[in-house]
């Protein structure tokens, strides 16, 4: 064997047991954990993540970790700390004691190019975290590159992600400026992408976590448990559902969820039954940025799901104070305005207990408490001495979403001693771009039918609304709760026909109708009227006392119109006239809805024969409030003193001025008038008057199918 082959030979074993030499020290540190490199891998991990990060509770102290290499960064350490970032007065983001950290090299150099950060897997005794986000974005969950990146979305969206984590007891500091939401919670969790549900020895799966403090303002309590904790974190979390059952109260609300989840932080995916209660429904809209109205306390259980950023609800049972309501509803936020879509039913619906939101007096409830006198008259619907409701209307409300609700109730209770309910309602709501309109309106009341469609466009800041309503067949004697003491016949009876057209505009009911504009007709078919109540119209003493003797009868009406007109809220009429066999009655003047005051006139005009009567028009004046009556002083003051003169010559020529022959031209007037405008109303039904607001041309959104 010569030289030349000799030496390459010896250059191998040299380069071969190197290489061995290599491996064995290699092997040794990796065994012993690199103690030497604590140091360095402070510098190391701090430049990648470009934070502080320390692994000795005490920089004077030799850090007491085992660091492991080969195939990812493996630390075992008594103590990891990694900084807050520079803008933060947080002293740390995580803190974790007898903790086990396991980065991968690749997940290091993509979180340093402001990737979310996978934490392969973190175990700890303890582990504390600050977590926070400004509101102009920047987030202690930002690494490498991107720390000054703003991250604006509702939901955070670069938080770390994990494939294991176990943490006997962990405490969590979250402030979040932009969703305004500041929370502290204890927890403890067992986790990872293979750790099967009886637990990592011998510890039961799942996470325990009870928080509180605020959202949106509002005081927040969090008590949640799961079976499993990865699909919180983990980026493959969409593969997974796991059990989650959920106790909170945000503000006065309360809410309680069992079913499944796949993505407990972004509720992804979410499935299952719940139940939620509170003094209001507008305490559960506040927090969740949708607009709900101030009501009596409610309760509501039933089905839930979320797929990706749209919600579906099904509400089995829901009660608002004394009505009963079911339905079923999408929520869409992914549109410039928010999408609600879907059915509401119901048996029974209690318009109070919609109180201020519909303009009518809130409920008084034992469960809701005092409030204090400025936030009393807040909630006050009527200026005082007034009755028509004057709370202004939430229009930056009726801009925040738009809606496409089919409306169907049994029973809507309008809150009126007098007037009964309507059974049922059925219409179509539809809010488009700040317009609301109830489409295909249609109920029953009186054995009767109303229809037609109402509209408030609240695009500006003064809200317009339009009604056009026709009503046909309401018997006056069922629909007005007309029961008298003496079990006497109804006041009125007959088949109530007609029609409004009308517009108006303002901040609130009041307002809407101190500007009314357009018109309103109606008849009465085959109807009756109180003899007594014709003749107490005309004062008619003799027979009224007759009545009062043998009892009262029910008169037939031979015609009855009603045609109003209305400018700036007052309501003329053109025509008001009631005929009867007996006396023909019509009414002039005015009704003020700006002032809420009348000055009407009401005359009757006998067809017969009485012995004693004063005939005098009566005067119906005052404000809706506090209505008066008086006789018109100058027929009655004539007939009067004509009786006292008479009565010097003698008692008994003293009725004389008080006999009354019956105006039979008159009460034809009257008759052929009446019978005149109602062939007019038969042949021309329809009111001029603006028509509804138009929504924009864009397309409803269709209503919500039922969860299954």
């Known amino acids: 064997m010569n030289e030349a082959t000799v030496r390459p030979a010896r250059w191998g074993r040299i380069a071969g047991a190197a290489v061995l030499v290599l491996v064995v020290a ?25 934070r502080r990060v ?23 350490a008594a103590f990891i700390e990694i900084g807050a970032p520079a803008w933060s007065a947080e002293p740390y983001m995580l803190r974790a004691r007898d903790a086990r950290m396991k980065l991968g090299y690749g997940d290091l150099w993509r979180a340093r190019g402001g990737e979310p950060l996978r ?11 600050h977590i926070e986000r400004r509101a102009d974005g920047r987030a202690s969950w930002q690494f490498g590159n991107q720390t000054d990146t703003p991250d604006t979305a509702d939901t955070p969206q670069r938080l770390p992600v994990f494939g294991r984590l176990q943490v006997d007891a962990g405490r969590l500091s979250y402030r979040d400026a932009l969703i305004v939401a ?3 919670a204890n927890y403890s969790l067992v986790e990872g992408e293979r750790v099967s549900a009886a637990g990592v020895q011998g510890r039961a799966t799942g996470l325990q976590f009870v928080g509180k403090g605020s959202y949106q303002k509002q005081p927040v309590r969090i008590e949640l448990k799961t079976n499993g904790v990865l699909p919180v974190i983990a980026e493959d979390a969409a593969q997974i559902a796991l059990p989650v059952m959920l ?17 407990a932080l972004h509720l992804t995916a979410l499935k299952g039954r719940f139940s939620v209660r509170g003094p209001s429904l507008a305490s559960l809209g506040d927090p969740l940025n949708v607009t709900l109205p101030t009501t009596p306390p409610f309760r509501a259980q039933g089905l839930v799901a979320k797929e990706g950023v749209v919600w579906n609800a099904v509400f089995e049972q829901a009660t608002i104070g004394s009505s009963r309501l079911a339905g079923a509803f999408t929520y869409d936020p992914r549109p410039a305005r928010p999408v609600l879509a879907g059915r509401l039913s119901g048996t029974k619906l209690l318009l109070a207990d919609l109180g201020p939101s519909v303009g009518a007096p809130a409920k008084k409830s034992p469960a809701v408490p005092e409030v204090t006198p400025t936030a009393a008259a807040q909630r006050d619907t009527a200026a005082p001495g007034h009755v028509l409701p004057n709370r202004e209307f939430d229009l930056p409300s009726l801009r925040a979403m738009d809606a496409n609700v089919l409306v169907d109730i049994d029973n809507l209770d309008l809150g009126s001693t007098f007037l009964e309910p309507l059974k049922p309602l059925r219409t179509h709501l539809v809010l488009i771009d700040g317009v609301l309109t109830l489409r295909e309106l249609e109920a029953r009341t009186g054995q009767g039918r109303l229809f037609g469609s109402v509209g408030l466009d609240g695009r500006a800041a003064v809200a317009k609304w339009t009604a056009d309503l026709r009503w046909s067949g309401v018997r006056l004697e069922s629909w007005i709760r007309q029961a008298r003491a003496d079990n006497g016949p109804p006041w009125a009876t007959g088949r109530l026909e007609g029609q409004a057209r009308v517009a108006g505009e303002g901040k609130s009911t009041a307002a809407i109708l101190g500007s009314l504009r357009g018109g309103v007709r109606m008849q009465v078919k085959d109807g009756t009227v109180s003899h007594l109540a014709v ?14 003797i043998k009892g009262d009868d029910a008169l037939p009406v031979q015609c009855s119109v009603v045609d109003l007109v209305a400018d700036r809220g007052l309501l003329k009429p053109r025509a008001l006239v009631v005929d009867t066999r007996d006396s023909t009655l019509w009414a002039d003047g005015s009704l003020s809805l700006a002032n ?3 000055d009407l006139r009401v005359v009757a005009s006998p067809k017969d024969f009485s012995p004693l009567a ?16 008086s006789l018109e002083k100058g027929p009655l003051a004539k007939r009067v003193g004509a009786a006292a003169l008479l009565a010097l010559l003698s008692p008994m020529a003293a009725i004389l001025p008080l006999i009354d022959t019956g105006s039979s031209d008159d009460a034809k007037q009257g008759a052929d008038t009446c019978r005149a405008l109602s062939q007019r109303i038969a042949a021309r039904p329809a009111l001029g008057a603006p028509p509804p607001p138009k929504a924009p041309a864009r397309a409803a959104p269709k209503p919500a199918a039922p969860l299954r």
Do not use: Y
């Open 182 to 184: 500041d929370l502290d």
């Open 596 to 598: 809420e005051s009348m």
């Open 247 to 263: 106790d909170a109260r945000i503000g006065g609300a309360a809410l309680s969820f069992n079913g499944t989840a796949t993505d």
């Open 26 to 50: 290699i092997g040794v540190c990796e065994a012993l954990g690199w103690p030497f490199l604590a140091g360095p891998m402070q510098q190391w991990l701090g430049s990648a993540l470009q």
């Open 614 to 629: 004063l005939r005098t028009p009566v005067h119906i004046q005052g404000t809706f409030a506090k209505p008066s009556f």
């Open 54 to 76: 320390s692994l000795s509770a005490d920089p004077a102290t030799a850090p007491r970790v085992k660091i492991h290499l080969l195939g990812s960064v493996d630390l075992n």
């Open 119 to 129: 934490i392969r897997e973190l175990r700890a005794a303890e582990l504390d975290s």
């Open 535 to 548: 003749e107490a119209v005309g004062l008619d003493i003799a027979q009224g006392l007759g009545m009062l």
